[in-house]
Nanobody, 127 residues
Framework: QVQLVESGGGLVQPGDSLRLSCAAS????????MGWFRQAPGKEREFVAA????????YTANSVKGRFTISRDNAKNTVYLQMNSLDPEDTAVYYC????????????????????WGQGTQVTVSS
């Protein structure tokens, strides 16, 4: 069983930065594919960014490319989402997701590829 716990959300102003963290249980964390998704009120869940166990070549959604960066620290069993230049359109609940098997890079944005999900952390961008 894998447990994912997100943290780091909050209320910020447009242009600010936040770093989300997702701590994962499980001895084989280094083999997981990890991703971030978000869901705004009244909208469907949306892919944000993901990467496989090696941490190389992340897949980042066009809507956040150049502003958001995903990274991982296998020694800490943690994946991060650095969010810069935040915009009110980024307001959403952000979810961490994990797959216990690697995911083909082109399929990283597909939510059905992930076995486990965190409870979500709220990010609100407002002036």
């Amino acid at each position: 069983q894998v447990q994912l716990v997100e943290s780091g959300g909050g209320l910020v102003q447009p242009g600010d930065s936040l770093r989300l963290s997702c701590a994962a249980s499980g001895r084989a964390f280094s083999s997981y594919a990890m991703g971030w998704f978000r869901q705004a009120p009244g909208k469907e869940r949306e892919f944000v960014a993901a990467l496989n166990w090696g941490g190389s070549l992340p897949y980042t959604a066009n809507s956040v490319k150049g502003r958001f960066t995903i990274s991982r620290d296998n020694a800490k069993n943690t994946v991060y989402l650095q969010m810069n230049s935040l915009d009110p359109e980024d307001t959403a609940v952000y979810y961490c997701a994990a797959s216990i098997q690697p995911i083909q890079w082109s399929l990283l944005p597909n939510s059905y590829k992930y076995n486990y999900w965190g409870q979500g952390t709220q990010v609100t961008v407002s002036s």
